[in-house]
C-alpha cells in the first residue's frame, strides 16, 4: 500500500524557517517524481514544487522560489522541503504528493499534510 | 501561466441529482493533461480524472470527465451522499507546470 506521511510542520516566526519531510513506503519511491503541494486555510490547491527522480531537474512555483528548497534520499525513501524566510502567507497544510509518471503528470498520491503556521 | 476558472463556486444539489462542473482555461492545455480531484473536510484531495476524461483507479463509473483545449466539464451522474465535496480542476503545461482552479463546492441543498 502506497503511503506518504509529512511531519516537520509547526508554528513558526515570519523570517524563520522549517525543514518538511515526507516518509514514502509501498512503491519504489526512487522511480517517481514528487512533489509539494501547499492549501491556507480555507483555500485552494498550490503547487509548491516538484522534483525528479535522480534530482535532476527542480522546479519552484514563483511564489517560493528563492526561499524554499526541495530535495530527496532515496536511499531512505524521503522527501524534504527547506523553507526559509518564512511569511504569514506560507502558512498552509502541506502536501507531499506522487506524481504519476511521465506522460502522467497528475498527483496520484498524497499524504494526508502537515500544517506550517507562520505568525508573530 | 495558464489559470483556471471554475464554475459555478458553489452547486447546491439534493442526492441522486446530476451535477455539471466546468473548468476553463485561460490557454489551450496542451495534450488534454487535465485532472479532476476531490477533497472533503479534513483530507487530502484525491485523483478522479485524468487525461480530461479517463478515471482513475477506484473512481465509481457515475464520475466522468469530458472536453478538450480550454473547456473541460465533470459531471456526476448521480449525488450520492458521500459525492458532497469541493472538486478542484489541475493541469499540467510549463511555467509553472501545474496550476489548480480555485475549486466548485458541491453541497447539499
Known amino acids: 500500500e502506497v503511503q506518504l506521511v509529512e511531519s516537520g510542520g509547526g508554528l513558526v516566526k515570519p523570517g524563520g524557517s522549517l525543514r518538511l519531510s515526507c516518509a514514502a513506503s509501498?512503491?519504489?519511491?526512487?522511480?517517481?517524481?514528487m512533489n509539494w503541494v501547499r492549501q491556507a486555510p480555507g483555500k485552494g490547491l498550490e503547487w509548491v514544487s516538484s522534483i525528479t527522480s535522480s534530482s535532476s531537474y527542480i522546479h519552484y512555483a514563483d511564489s517560493v522560489k528563492g526561499r524554499f528548497t526541495i530535495s530527496r534520499d532515496n536511499a531512505k525513501n524521503s522527501l524534504y522541503l527547506q523553507m526559509n524566510s518564512l511569511r504569514a502567507e506560507d502558512t498552509a497544510v502541506y502536501y507531499c504528493?506522487?506524481?504519476?509518471?511521465?506522460?502522467?503528470?497528475?498527483?496520484?498520491?498524497w499524504g494526508q499534510g502537515t500544517l506550517v503556521t507562520v505568525s508573530s | 501561466e495558464i489559470v483556471l476558472t471554475q464554475s459555478p463556486g458553489t452547486l447546491s444539489l439534493s442526492p441522486g441529482e446530476r451535477a455539471t462542473l466546468s473548468c476553463r482555461a485561460s490557454?489551450?492545455?496542451?495534450?488534454?493533461?487535465l485532472a479532476w480531484y476531490q477533497q472533503k473536510p479534513g483530507q487530502a484531495p484525491r485523483l478522479l480524472i485524468y487525461g480530461a476524461s479517463s478515471r482513475a483507479t477506484g473512481i465509481p463509473d457515475r464520475f466522468s470527465g469530458s472536453g478538450s483545449g480550454t473547456d473541460f466539464t465533470l459531471s456526476i451522474s448521480r449525488l450520492e451522499p458521500e459525492d458532497f465535496a469541493v472538486y478542484y480542476c489541475?493541469?499540467?503545461?510549463?511555467?509553472?507546470?501545474?496550476?489548480f482552479g480555485p475549486g466548485t463546492k458541491v453541497d447539499v441543498k
Open positions: 509501498g512503491f519504489t519511491f526512487s522511480g517517481y517524481t
Open positions: 490557454q489551450t492545455v496542451s495534450s488534454n493533461y
Open positions: 489541475q493541469q499540467y503545461g510549463s511555467s509553472p507546470p501545474f496550476t
Open positions: 504528493a506522487r506524481e504519476w509518471g511521465l506522460l502522467l503528470p497528475y498527483f496520484d498520491y
